[in-house]
Every structure is written in structure tokens, then in C-alpha cells.
């Protein structure tokens, strides 16, 4: 879909308000140029005015958030976020898009592309359909899936973080694609909001942990996607880390060079070569990426070194924005005809 005119305002319904990332949704889209938030949705039991549940947004939103009726959305929106938990989404996208909608689903319900592996690491999937048609929402390689996707995965905050350095250098043929070691740091939100004793404030505090090592469910998404982008199976160890901050992520990654000889100069350029032209992706010569470089934006950080024989990547990204909520604007601007960056920067 192309606007018609700078006036153009997608109709845009918002399910799964409450959460962090819902909760960052509203922010960047009131924001939006050409965005009418027409409602917000999600279960029984999270019900009422949004500043009841974020006081932060009193006198910039009057919307409640309301019971999900998929007739209701259709009514009033054009354009679905799902912002709900995995195993949930699946049970709403084939009603919405019945309906007529273009669906973004920020669960990891349609991120895998086979049933089976999906089953694996979640439960059976109820919607193969759907499965089957999804376009995997990482800009910077499927754009072009992207603009006329009706259903979009929008990736998780870790793939993304570990496959814009990976992708390029692995196309290139530079690395081993096995033996890759990921070790990865988010912040706490990336745990969603409901609470859990292990995410109370004395059990975070000054605590730096793994969890899931080698059993993570993001780290069969890592080693699809970088299949997909270079042709080539993927084997990786990804181990991510729960860091004492409220959000962020970065990923420091390890690799044996396949070529003798590698530099780092030859890194950087094969990087700054695949994102000349990505508005959201800096390649960094300066700095490391760090979290603090990229909080509240929707960039992604990158940068390579060659020491001792080894291939080191680093990425830096914001979980609830590049992870989530800002790259969901994204795709929902390439779906619309905007210019990516429209509302994000």
C-alpha cells in the first residue's frame, strides 16, 4: 500500500497494552505522523484507563485498555499489533485477519517456519496457515517481503541483536558457521512485567546470572534466520545472561576466521558495505557498542575485532525498541509506503 497523501493515517489497534513493550508501543506512536491509535485490547483481568496501569502517559492518552473482541478491532482498525505472550497470539491472528486486518505479532508464534521445530520449543502450533504465509520482520533483509506482508513476525530482541553482526560476515564466507559462541546481556524488562520472585528488586540487584544456557528458544530464530540470509547451516552455542538493568542488550560474539589472514579492517568493511544504506544499523569504529549508546533509540550498534585468531562481533540494541516496539514501527512504515525512520527518529 502506497499513502495517498502526507495526511494518511493508519488506523492502529494495540493488543497487549499493559506490558513494557505495549507500554513503549503507545509512546512512539502517539508519536507517529500517521498513526491513529484507535484502541487497545487484552484480557479480562487487564482492564481500564492505560494511565491506571502507567501513570507516565496520563493527559497524553485517554484510551482504555478493553476485552478482546476481534469484531470490535476490525470495526475500528486497519492494522493489528499483538503484543501478547507466546502460545497467544496464534489464537488471535487467524480471526483478525479474517477480518481483513494486517497483522504484526511480536510473539515468537510465527517466527519459526517449521511446525515442527515450533513444537520443539513452545507447543503444536494451531495456525499452520498462517505459519506458512508470515513474513520474518527484520528490515534490514526483507524489506522488500515486508511491504506487501499481511502478516509480519516481528523478530525477538536477541536474534536481532546477534544476526545483524553475524549475517554479513558469515555471506562473506569470513567465519566458521559452526563453533559460533554468543553470549548475550538483556535488561529485566526483556522478562515481560508480570512478577516472579526471581525478578524481584533484592534477588536483581548488584546480580549478574545465565539462564538457559544452550537451551534458550531464541537460539533456534538465530541459527533460521542466518540460514536463510547466507544460504549456509548455522550451528551456534548462545548463552544469554540477565544483567541488573531496566533495558538493553548487548551480545558479544565468537568465531574462528575461515580465511587466513582476517583483519579487522576487512570486518568493518564487509560491515559498513551490507549497512550503508540501513538507517538503523551504525557500524561503530569509534566506540564499542554499549547499552547506554542506543537506550531509548531504535538503533543497533555493531562492531568487529580480530585478536588472537578469533573473530569478535559486538551489538548493542534497546529490547523494547529495536527488540520490539521500534522495529515493529519500522516494518509498519515499509508496510504502509512510509519512509522506514517515519516516527522513529
Known amino acids: 500500500m502506497t ?84 502460545k497467544v497470539a496464534m489464537s488471535y491472528v487467524p480471526t483478525l485477519r479474517a477480518a481483513g486486518l494486517r497483522v504484526i505479532d511480536w510473539s515468537a508464534d510465527y517466527r519459526l517456519t517449521d511446525p515442527a521445530v515450533y513444537e520443539q520449543w513452545y507447543c503444536p502450533h494451531t495456525d499452520p496457515d498462517g505459519l506458512a504465509e508470515a513474513v520474518y520482520g527484520l528490515p534490514e533483509y526483507f524489506a522488500e517481503q515486508i511491504r506487501t506482508a499481511n502478516l509480519i513476525a516481528n523478530p525477538g530482541c536477541y536474534p536481532t541483536c546477534a544476526a545483524l553482526p553475524l549475517a554479513p560476515i558469515l555471506a562473506e564466507g569470513l567465519i566458521e558457521p559452526t563453533g559460533i559462541v554468543v553470549n548475550a546481556v538483556s535488561g529485566v524488562t526483556g522478562a515481560g512485567r508480570s512478577p516472579k520472585p526471581q525478578f524481584h528488586f533484592p534477588e536483581r540487584n548488584e546480580s549478574f546470572e545465565p539462564y538457559a544456557p544452550g537451551v534458550h528458544r531464541h537460539m533456534p530464530e538465530i541459527e533460521q534466520v542466518l540460514a536463510t540470509l547466507t544460504g549456509r547451516d548455522v550451528s551456534l552455542l548462545f548463552v544469554p545472561h540477565l544483567s541488573p538493568m531496566d533495558r538493553g542488550m548487548l551480545c558479544s560474539t565468537y568465531a574462528a576466521p575461515a580465511v587466513d589472514g582476517l583483519t579487522t579492517e576487512r570486518l568493518t568493511e564487509v560491515l559498513e558495505a551490507a549497512y550503508a544504506d540501513k538507517p538503523f544499523v551504525r557500524v561503530r569504529t569509534d566506540v564499542l557498542p554499549a547499552t547506554k549508546y542506543v537506550a531509548t533509540t531504535n538503533f543497533c550498534d555493531i562492531a568487529a575485532r580480530v585478536e588472537k585468531g578469533r573473530v569478535m562481533l559486538f551489538s548493542a540494541l534497546d529490547n523494547l525498541t529495536k527488540g520490539a516496539s521500534g522495529q515493529a514501527i519500522q516494518n509498519m512504515n515499509l508496510m504502509y509506503g512510509f519512509d522506514e525512520t517515519m516516527g522513529l527518529i
Not at 506512536?29 to 501513570?55: A, K, M, S
Open 3 to 86: 499513502p495517498s497523501s502526507t495526511t494518511t493515517r493508519i488506523r492502529t489497534a494495540l493488543i497487549g497494552a499493559t506490558g513494557y513493550a505495549g507500554f513503549e508501543a503507545i509512546s512512539w506512536l502517539l508519536r507517529h505522523p500517521h498513526v491513529e491509535l484507535t484502541g487497545l485490547w487484552g484480557p479480562e483481568n487487564e482492564t481500564g484507563p492505560i494511565e491506571g496501569f502507567y501513570p507516565l502517559l496520563s493527559k497524553q492518552v485517554a484510551l482504555s485498555q478493553n476485552v478482546f473482541d476481534a469484531d470490535k478491532v476490525a470495526a475500528s482498525a486497519e492494522l493489528a499489533m499483538l503484543c501478547v505472550p507466546h
